[in-house]
């Protein structure tokens, strides 16, 4: 039962930086319809960030998280405004295959300043301390309790303030939303500063987990990630949250209690089963084509 | 009187369709005008061009200003309200929600508490659904709400794109004398309406289109006249 315990608190923590990167994939779908396939590769760049403040800047754990989060969130307005804004009016798929060359781009530019794996060392005291027999370590409460904060800070920010109302709204019907005097663009660049912004923070709680970063870690936590947003249903931000904490349980679960490299066998055939039976996520609606 | 909105020469093309061809009319303020023409005429066009949805060539005076580069954003904050065809409510969003998105150019600077009460006065069933999801209201209901959203902006021009489409008979009436009650406060309108009967009697001028040209104008009262406006829009 302990270990059964001890596996669930792995599992949130996993599914915290899942469900981090999966908002960013959640929400510029939810305003743009459209996926962003570079996001995988924000969530490396806040990772190397990460090594950046840790090992070459020597801050301090809070001024690295800072520091990660305001790089990413710089470097998804700046993707935005140069290379998908040209193409709003364009075939969706040309924004698509951009965001996979932009997501190239990233990895190799990162190659090329970092050829060979980093290690990053602990940035936060390292000790475990026991819950009733369970062993909780810094990086874990760190990396629940931040992504837990950071998603309520998100969810304030979407229900409560004018700007989120108007992302929905964008999200609602996009069409319509300059006659309400909103300016588009600049909602849009605001969604992508928040969604890079977590998916830096996410890099942060990834590599202080697993402290050995090459630049291709975001494209298979990417896919997960983005994975997590399409079984809670895409576009819904509760939905990311949800699929990222069930995707996480199942990925660790399996890895507890069958041969772990049944671990991602696993992770995608739900996602297919899932998928036969509810197209649109666990959350999601059915959306009524416009016209 | 001094026009509000001068248009001329605006040509609107979707690809290599001109949906609009040079069309040339005004609206002076505190006028009802009413565009008439058949469905593909173009007036839906010509409505998305002047709040700015679609781009269009030719110029676009509002008050004396060029708008026809200002994005569609800054229009509505110089006074240009564009009630869409189809009403277009937020279904998702709560009618509080919808008229505050409605109310957006002014809230950074204030009042839009004074707004809301003028809105929820005029339409006092909005008050009752406040809180309610925009897709919950009846047919009736969504339209008062997009007429509301539009109100929030405090226009001085209010475009309406068939305001009574899909409604009953006696919501017509009713949408018919709100339309008249926004223009006793002082609005100027331009309405695109297949009730040609309808609008007619409200409107001060008309303009017909066909094939995104004008081809007649003049008063209500000599549109309603003509043997043309009369056999091709009010059924004779």
């Not at chain 1, 520091?67 to 075939?91: F, I």
């Not at chain 1, 079984?231 to 990925?251: H, K, W």
């Amino acid at each position: 039962m302990i270990y059964f315990f001890q596996q669930a608190l792995n599992a949130a923590q996993l599914g915290s930086v899942y469900a981090l990167i999966a908002l960013g994939y959640t929400m510029v779908y939810g305003v743009l319809s459209m996926i962003n396939f570079a996001h995988g590769d924000f969530f490396m760049v806040g990772a190397f960030l990460c090594f950046v403040g840790v090992v070459v800047l020597q801050l301090s754990f809070i001024p690295v998280l800072l520091l990660a989060m305001a790089g990413v969130t710089m470097l998804g307005v700046a993707t935005e405004r140069v290379a998908y804004r040209p193409l709003r009016n364009a075939p969706k798929a040309s924004a698509i295959i951009t965001s996979l060359g932009v997501g190239i781009f990233l990895e190799h530019f990162t190659l090329g300043l970092s050829p060979y794996p980093k290690y990053i060392p602990p940035v936060l005291p390292s000790f475990s301390f026991n819950a009733g027999g369970v062993s909780v370590s810094t990086f874990q409460l760190a990396t629940i309790s931040i992504s837990f904060i950071l998603m309520l800070a998100l969810y304030l920010v979407v229900n409560k303030t004018r700007v989120g109302l108007a992302m929905r709204a964008i999200s609602a019907d996009r069409g319509i939303v300059p006659l309400m005097g909103v300016p588009v663009d600049k909602i849009i660049a605001l969604t992508f500063a928040l969604g890079s912004g977590l998916g830096g923070a996410a890099g942060v709680m990834y590599a202080m987990a697993y402290p050995v970063i090459d630049p291709y870690i975001g494209i298979i936590i990417g896919w997960k990630a983005f994975i997590s947003a399409v079984i809670g249903g895409i576009g819904n931000i509760r939905g990311a949250v949800l699929g990222a904490y069930i995707l996480g349980t199942v990925e660790i679960m399996t890895a507890a209690f069958l041969p772990s490299t049944y671990r991602d066998l696993v992770a995608f055939s739900l996602l297919l089963i899932l998928l036969i039976f509810r197209p649109h996520g666990l959350l999601g609606r059915a959306e009524s084509q416009k016209v | 009187m001094t026009p509000i909105l001068e248009v001329s020469g605006m040509t609107v093309n979707y690809g290599v369709i001109a949906a609009v061809r040079s069309v040339s009319f005004e609206v002076r303020s505190g006028e009802v005008v009413v565009l008439l023409g058949a469905n593909g005429a173009g007036k839906s066009s010509i409505l998305k061009a002047v709040s700015g949805l679609i781009a269009s060539s030719g110029t676009v005076n509002f008050e004396g200003a060029d708008i026809g580069m200002v994005p569609a954003h800054e229009r509505v904050g110089r006074g240009v309200a564009h009630v869409p065809e189809g009403r277009r409510i937020f279904c998702n969003l709560s009618v509080k929600e919808n008229l505050l998105l409605g109310g957006w150019v002014h809230a950074s600077k204030g009042g839009v508490e004074k707004d809301l009460d003028r809105v929820l006065t005029f339409f006092p069933r909005l008050k009752e659904r406040f809180n309610q999801a925009g897709g919950t209201l009846s047919g009736g209901e969504q339209q008062m709400l997009a007429f509301g959203r539009a109100l929030m902006s405090r226009p001085k021009l209010l475009l309406l794109d068939e305001p009574s489409m899909g409604l009953s008979p006696k919501l017509v009436d009713y949408v018919f004398s709100m339309l008249s009650d926004f223009h006793k406060s002082g609005m100027t309108l331009l309405i695109v309406e297949q009730n040609a009967a309808m609008a007619l009697t409200l409107a001060s001028r008309a303009y017909v289109l066909e094939a995104g040209e004008i081809k007649l104008s003049g008063s209500a009262a000599e549109l309603h006249d003509n043997p043309l406006v009369r056999r091709a829009y009010l059924g004779e």
